[in-house]
Nanobody, 123 residues
Framework: QVQLVESGGGLVHPGDSLRLSCSAPTSRLEYYTIAWFRQAPGKEREGVSAISASDSPWYGDSMKGRNTVARDNTKNTAYLNLYGLKPEDTAIYYC?????????????????WGQGAQVTVSS
């Protein structure tokens, strides 16, 4: 069982940047692909980006060009950096983990999930 803990959400203004973190208190994240998804009210969960255990990044269409994904295995933490935030980016952002090399943007492929971090973009 992998417990994921997210942090870094909050209320920001349009155009701001934000960094979300995903850590695992009792597991080594270096062995897992870490993905980021978001879900807005009334909408399906959609993939934002992912980073494989070998450090290859993948980016979904939802925020392409406005986010980067990274991991620091020395801190056992993965990061999602969001840029140029817009009100339509308001959602709960989740990190997920599993051992997989394909279908990285499909939430059904992930077994372990964080609790979610609310990101609200508003002026």
């Amino acid at each position: 069982q992998v417990q994921l803990v997210e942090s870094g959400g909050g209320l920001v203004h349009p155009g701001d940047s934000l960094r979300l973190s995903c850590s695992a208190p009792t597991s080594r994240l270096e062995y897992y692909t870490i993905a980021w998804f978001r879900q807005a009210p009334g909408k399906e969960r959609e993939g934002v980006s992912a980073i494989s255990a070998s450090d290859s990044p993948w980016y979904g269409d939802s925020m392409k060009g406005r986010n980067t994904v990274a991991r620091d295995n020395t801190k056992n933490t993965a990061y999602l950096n969001l840029y140029g935030l817009k009100p339509e980016d308001t959602a709960i952002y989740y990190c997920a983990a599993d051992t997989l090399d394909f279908g990285l943007m499909n939430p059904a492929n992930y077994k372990y999930w964080g609790q979610g971090a609310q990101v609200t973009v508003s002026s």
